[in-house]
């Protein structure tokens, strides 16, 4: 059976000209086009959104004012009474004003302490049949009798499907005022609200019955299966949301709770008619989208046309050179870049033929690139094999290393190196076995002198065939000479500035303590408060300062240990006992472990005063980060030749990109609360290390921190 022969499907490349073409003009104008759409689909929807939350909190802020008004006049009317010894009939003439003054308020009385209605006035319109009442078995006039309210409104009702509500207003002990307001002006300017052909607007109760709507027979209906009903008579503020209703109608709508009256304003409208002019707008504009393709389309296919047959000519030619026909000649004018490369194809075919003629090996042109992009580095390269022997050296590496000899190929390098320690160190690199992943190994040379300073960094990684067999090794040498001393400058620099600012924090510290104290003069609270926050201020930055300081003494090893024989377990309770007003207030869980089950650990020689800040450090990082009713555990472990001792918290943990730099001078998780300095864990890697010791930390995301340190025994 004869195999099928496979067949390579090719493209045009005009084909190929024209799809990338129209992707490069159509695809970003349709991106734009629909994200503009949708953005624009967006602010329409919420500022729609916004309309209709507006209508309901402006009729809910409608009902509160006129709540307000009758309550400003009650209050002025409150006053008179209670100031004057006012005549029966004077009362009665000023219930009577403010009766007038309302045309909404049906009756207003003065209630005795029993509830019974000693004055009472009406409104003939609204009140066809009124009577003095006797109101001692009301709830809400029980109510207002048994507590020290000022006001108690009533449960809204209906008279003849107007909507009314009763209001108590406390006089004093022995007299109440008692006001019926009919609420149907209101209810008839809510029937009046429409928005778009079928919006409108309706009140529920906290029941979510329908107590006011424009059709008359929802009245009293139950509305609680509506989504915005439900979400309404529960929310404290005013809000908005879409919702399917029981026909399957999609549905816009937005509530203003009513607090005063236990019910809601609700406003609503069909998403299609709402959004209306939004999908209008979406439309035309996806008209113009395609319009604009279809015409960035057409002027795509012009451009590749034109792009392609020139090249088209090239590839043809090309296929000639690759023949080995070097007599033809392009003879194609374009005016633009294309004309350069076909005059370059030109001139290349003739080089091709003298060299084709001449019989040249094309691997020594290869090799001709290869030796001048490596000898045109900046960076020094040295190439050797396992023995270290040079294969390959350029100029720069032979500067560097101060090589004058040339065609170095075949020798030892460090039988060329002048400085021990240089070929000491060169001799390392090469020598060291690489590690399994192929790791670049990158080492720091200080060849500084007396009088000058001189660094190199050295990176070696292994050379191998394209089978993988490893045959050398290429090492990359830079002078980081500068970048070493602008370090230098920087650490100078900060502690030179760090050491001149003690003194005058000192004495504006001690000018606080006069001012606190007295002795400039009495401050009253508020300056003697300022004073404080100030000397707090003071505190802080002279601690960081200390801290800068401190740093700088532990780096260049000039801090002197105090060695005694002390105990870690005390330490930490007095560490704990320090804490233990931020421990009590956020009901912080706190425990010592001793490994083994020991109550205590032997004593070992430390400096005390450090010891002790790097246990203060780590606990007060740990209670800063561990959340309230959170724990925080110390545990220490005696072992043979050290003591390891690690404090873990139930926070949120540190990020792993982390992990490695928290010990680093100014180092602070980013989006974690802040509060220090960054120099706390500086120190106490610089304190563990200056007791021979180690610090670490283990750390996983949303299970805390677990920060570990060790101090050999024989210090």
């Known amino acids: 059976m004869v195999p099928a022969v496979k067949k390579n499907v090719k493209l045009p490349l005009f084909v190929k000209f024209v799809v990338i073409m129209i992707l490069l003009s159509a695809g970003p104008l349709a991106f734009v086009g629909l994200r503009t759409i949708n953005i624009n689909r ?12 507006q209508l309901a909190k402006s009729f809910r802020d409608k009902i509160n004012d006129h709540l307000g008004v009758i309550s400003n006049e009650v209050s002025y009317i409150t006053n008179v009474l209670t100031t004057e010894d006012i005549p029966w009939p004077t009362q009665e003439t000023l219930l009577k004003t403010m009766l007038d003054s309302h045309e909404n308020i049906v009756s207003i009385s003065l209630l005795d302490k029993t509830g019974y209605e000693k004055i009472k006035v009406y409104n003939p319109l609204l009140e066809k049949q009124p009577k003095l009442l006797n109101l001692k078995d009301n709830e809400i006039f029980q109510s207002l009798i048994s507590s020290n309210q000022q006001r108690v409104l009533g449960p809204l009702y209906f008279v003849e499907n107007s909507p009314r509500l009763n209001l108590f207003y406390r006089l004093s002990n022995k007299l109440t005022i008692f006001i019926t307001l009919s609420l149907q002006t209101l209810w008839d300017e809510l029937d009046k609200i429409r928005f778009g052909k079928t919006g409108h607007a309706f009140i529920v109760d906290n029941n979510g019955l329908i107590i006011a709507h424009k059709s008359k027979d929802r009245l009293l209906t139950p509305a609680i299966d509506i989504p915005i009903v439900k979400e309404a008579i529960k929310s404290v503020t005013i809000g908005s949301r879409e919702y399917t209703d029981k026909t399957g109608e999609n549905i816009v709508g937005s509530y203003a709770p009513i607090k005063s009256l236990n019910c809601a304003v609700i406003v609503q409208q069909p998403k299609n008619e709402a959004y209306y002019s939004s999908i209008i707008i979406q439309r035309q504009a996806i008209s113009l989208i395609i319009a604009s393709i279809i015409l960035s389309s057409l002027a795509a296919f012009l451009i590749a046309r034109n792009l392609s047959r020139p090249i088209l000519a090239l590839a043809s030619f090309a296929k000639r050179i690759a023949q080995r026909d070097f007599s033809g000649r392009l003879n194609i004018k374009t005016h633009d870049e294309l004309n350069d490369l076909i005059m370059t194809f030109n001139d290349m075919s003739a080089e091709l033929k003298k060299y084709d003629d001449m019989q040249i090996d094309k691997i020594i042109a290869e090799k001709t690139k290869t030796e001048a992009i490596i000898f045109s580095i900046g960076e020094g390269i040295v190439m050797t094999n396992h023995r270290g022997e040079i294969l390959l050296i350029n100029h720069q590496a032979r500067n560097m290393l101060g090589i004058e000899q040339t065609g170095l190929e075949g020798q030892y390098l460090w039988n060329y190196l002048q400085e021990q320690k240089l070929k000491d160190t060169l001799e390392e690199i090469i020598r060291e076995k690489d590690s399994v992943s192929d790791e670049p190994i990158i080492k720091e040379i200080d060849l500084s002198g007396d009088n000058y300073t001189k660094f190199y960094q050295a990176n070696k990684k292994p050379v191998t065939t394209p089978k993988g067999e490893k045959i050398g090794a290429m090492m990359v040498l830079r002078d980081i000479t500068l ?40 401050l009253n609270q508020q300056q003697k408060k300022m004073v404080e926050t100030m000397d707090r201020a003071s505190v802080r930055l002279m601690g960081m300062i200390n801290d800068i300081l401190d740093i700088a003494k532990l780096e260049s090893q000039k801090m002197e240990l105090s060695f005694e024989d002390v105990n870690l377990v005390d330490i930490t309770k007095s560490i704990f006992e320090l804490f233990e007003p931020q421990i009590t207030k956020r009901v912080i869980n706190t425990k010592i472990e001793i490994a083994g089950g020991s109550e205590t650990v032997p004593s070992i020689r430390v400096d005390n005063k450090l010891i002790e800040r790097v246990i203060g450090n780590l606990v007060g990082n740990a209670l800063k980060f561990t959340p309230e009713q959170g724990t925080i555990t110390v545990r220490i472990e005696d072992k043979t030749d050290r003591i390891d001792y690690s404090v873990t918290d139930t926070g949120y943990g540190i990020p792993p990109e982390y992990l490695n730099i928290v010990f680093d001078k100014f180092q602070q998780v980013t989006g974690q609360r802040r509060g220090g300095t960054g120099l706390g864990l500086t120190i106490c890697k610089h304190v563990i290390e200056a007791h ?11 299970h805390g921190a677990k920060f570990t340190f060790y101090i050999p025994k024989n210090l």
């Open 42 to 53: 967006e602010a329409l929807q919420t500022s729609i959104l916004e309309l209709h939350t």
């Open 483 to 522: 970048e070493k001393e602008i370090d230098r400058m920087k650490e100078d620099f900060l502690h030179s500035i760090t050491h001149d600012l003690r003194n005058p924090i000192t004495s504006i510290r001690g000018f606080l303590k006069f001012m606190i104290d007295g002795i400039g003069g009495e």
């Open 692 to 702: 021979k010791g180690k610090i670490w930390v283990e750390s996983k995301v949303g």
